[in-house]
């Protein structure tokens, strides 16, 4: 199984055996082993990798048990079997790898490489009922790329993607670790920012913008396209819903385009 004749790994003691395990499974095998000599396990067994005589790696399903003491119980003979479920592991990796891009998508925008509305109605309630239990802020912006159906009839819908993507680029400038974006739909994206009270969200809301106003965008023709960005803000109140504060927060964006764009406005505030 692992390529040795016999007499290559001779004398075969319990360190001749550790040095063909794999460093990081060590640990793990070495519990299983410490705990059935313990007295508190029937017999050892556990999944490593042990190394190829060519040099890779082969998993393995060890199994064994203590099979003679001496009279003061001291171990003095472990016997038990190996198993090659390296095909067995591989389907299992794979099967997990499958698993987790698929997760990824259903989760993920494609163009933008933000969350998608579907994992944002998942998402934000949790948020909300986390803010209602522990009594935390949470602050929610609604962004909506100004001045887009421009874009896209001059640029056409590549111009546009390339301007997107360079927003999505820019809100995740602007992101803490706790902090969640998506992209809601078309051009408009929305921002949950969990422990944010109103001025710090406007803050956040303001560097974005920023950054944004400041972006060049390379057009498939060779020409720049600057494109600036309206958001709106709502601090979650009680009684609050999914619903509730992301119309709070869109009727504010809705009053920063009604203004001149390019700007922040928190809602149920005048600024």
């Known amino acids: 199984m692992l390529g040795y004749e016999a007499e290559l790994l001779q004398p075969l003691t319990p360190?001749?055996?550790?040095?063909l395990v794999h460093t990081d499974d060590w640990p793990r095998v070495n519990a299983a082993v410490a705990d059935h000599l313990a007295g508190?396990?029937?017999h050892i067994e556990c999944e490593l990798r042990m190394r190829h005589r060519h040099g890779n790696w082969v998993w393995v399903l060890c199994r064994g048990q203590v099979m003679r003491q001496d009279s003061d119980g001291k171990p003095l003979l472990i016997a038990g079997i190996h198993l090659d479920i390296t095909a067995r592991k591989q389907v299992e990796l794979a099967l997990r790898d499958s698993e987790e891009r698929?997760?990824?998508?259903?989760?993920t925008d494609s163009l933008t490489g933000l969350y998608n509305s579907r994992h944002l109605h998942e998402q934000l309630p949790a948020e909300i009922e986390r803010t209602r239990r522990y009594l935390h802020p949470l602050s929610l912006l609604v962004l909506d790329c100004d001045n887009f159906k421009a874009v896209n009839d001059k640029h056409g819908h590549l111009g546009g993607d390339r301007v997107l993507q360079n927003l999505a680029l820019s809100i995740r400038q602007c992101l803490r670790r706790s902090d969640f974006a998506f992209r809601y739909g078309g051009e408009e994206f929305v921002v949950a920012l969990p422990?944010?009270?109103?001025?710090?969200?406007?803050?956040?809301?303001?560097?974005?913008r920023s950054l944004f106003a400041?972006?060049?965008?390379?057009?498939?023709?060779?020409?720049?396209?600057h494109c600036t960005v309206s958001i709106g803000i709502s601090v979650c109140h009680p009684g609050d819903d999914e619903t509730s504060l992301i119309r709070r927060a869109d009727e504010a964006?809705?009053?920063?385009?009604?203004?001149?764009?390019?700007?922040?406005?928190?809602?149920?505030?005048?600024r």
């Open 214 to 225: 400041a972006v060049k965008t390379p057009a498939p023709s060779g020409e720049t396209i």
């Open 15 to 19: 360190e001749r055996w550790q040095a």
């Open 102 to 107: 698929y997760r990824s998508l259903s989760e």
């Open 40 to 42: 508190h396990s029937s």
């Open 253 to 270: 964006c809705y009053r920063a385009k009604q203004a001149g764009k390019n700007r922040v406005i928190l809602a149920d505030s005048a």
């Open 195 to 208: 422990e944010t009270e109103g001025l710090a969200a406007m803050a956040i809301a303001e560097r974005l």
